[in-house]
């Protein structure tokens, strides 16, 4: 179900903080709000990837699979954000986004929020430093996953 009504309040994230009011307000006009039943998809894997989400209520998991396996990648929660991805050249989505539960989204359009990266002041500088930032933590994540999954056992007999 869709809402295309985006208060203000919504765009209350740390990836937006101190951007120009106007700059804010264009952006919330070109968002609109989802809600999902539990178990909807929010996206497949493969789609074409063109929309920033956040998580405003519920959550979502995202599963990637590949050669006929399927492995969870990662869980998202209110107040994070999904589909940073989408921000590459020809960007496809990685996985597929299901609900957890009721959930509710913020989506919008990415090449707005590129538009507004590109613009060369202060406040662009901070928005790019911040979507680079949610890309090195999705990174990291990736890494910790890695290592856990790596983690091998403790030799305690000869």
Do not use: C, K
């Amino acid at each position: 179900m869709t809402d295309p009504e985006v208060r203000p309040s919504d765009l209350d994230h740390s990836l937006f903080e101190g951007l120009p009011a106007d700059e804010l307000e264009a952006l919330r006009r070109l968002a609109s709000r989802t809600t999902l039943a539990d178990g909807e998809v929010l996206f497949g894997q493969g789609d074409p990837a063109t929309t920033l989400y956040l998580v405003v209520q519920g959550g979502l998991v995202l599963r990637t699979s590949r050669h006929g396996r399927s492995v969870i990648t990662e869980t998202v929660n209110p107040g994070e954000v999904v589909g940073w991805a989408a921000m590459r050249e020809q960007a496809t989505t990685l996985s597929t986004a299901r609900a957890v539960g009721r959930t509710t989204v913020v989506a919008i359009p990415v090449e707005p929020i590129l538009d507004l990266a590109a613009g060369g002041s202060s406040q662009a500088r901070l928005l790019v430093r911040r979507i680079v930032g949610l890309a090195a933590a999705q990174l990291e994540a990736s890494r910790e996953q890695l290592l856990q999954a790596g983690r091998e056992g403790v030799i305690t007999a000869g």
